[in-house]
């Protein structure tokens, strides 16, 4: 009786870790419970990650090619045609010239998502953080949202144009503009007035020095009704850490299962995240 009153207990501990969050109705992984600290919560799952995914041992761009002009994906009734500049890659610093798995992932994933009806973009505000090519900004629009994308002055060129060529026919739901932000500086009133109902970022969290900045601007854009949507890639167990850490401060975080992604876009090497800023006490 006592190990079956253990088995039961256990799972019970695990049904409470799966909990809906923010605006997305399907439910996610709680990463921290009662009784943990933040630095405990984010190694362990930093080492669950990596012992179940086992991201090194799989191939990496399973979803992209980024020796090539272009990424050509279908979403919402459309061929989209991404273009990157691969030549930009070797540059120190600019990784948003092209597509990662990450931006396919979480992309697709808001498509499936919407068509699951576990997620409703259509009218909502959202901004985009280091757009880079734009796949995501691109699909949310086509999904209906008022779309903001945003990255660093010299990424926009690249941005602007895939915006221009895949959402120029008449039957867009959404919108779509981009506009420069460097994070850590204080956005512009058109990003925070009103505050956005989502904020979306791929392949964020790729260094220690970034997370300081990256988690002021989520701070800023965020009220505790804004959802945000993080899909990373799994380079690095000691940055997503870091990050892991320090964002459990401010804010709950889930970690969405990939049987609730697009079941053609998965990958052991990304890995989704849903945050929700914590009530100020």
Sequence with gaps: MAAAAEV???????????????S??????????????????????????????????????AFVAQSSLKLRIDACGHSLSILQSPSSLGTPGVTGSV????GVVLAKFLEHAVDSGVLLLHGKKIVELG???????????????????????????????NIENNLRHGDLRGSAVVTELTW?????????????DYVLGSDVIYS??????LLDTLLQLCGTQTTIFLAGELRNDSVLEYFLEAAMKDFVIGR?????WHPDYCSPRVVVYILVKKLEK
């Design 131 to 161: 757009s880079g090519c734009g796949l995501a900004g691109c699909i949310a629009a086509l999904l209906g949202a008022q779309v903001i994308l945003t990255d660093l002055p010299d990424r926009l060129r690249l941005l602007k144009k």
């Design 99 to 102: 597509m990662w798995d990450s």
């Design 8 to 22: 039961e207990t256990e799972e019970e501990t695990e049904m409470m870790k799966m909990v809906k969050l923010g």
């Design 184 to 196: 850590g500086d204080v956005p512009d009133q058109d990003l925070i007035q009103p505050l956005p």
């Design 256 to 260: 969405v299962e990939q049987t609730q």
């Design 24 to 61: 997305y109705d399907g439910k996610v992984r709680l990463l921290i419970v009662s009784g943990d600290s933040e630095s405990e919560s984010a190694a362990e799952e930093t080492m669950l990650l990596w012992g179940i995914q086992q991201p090194t041992l799989s191939k990496p761009n």
């Design 208 to 213: 220690e020095g970034a997370v300081g900045d």
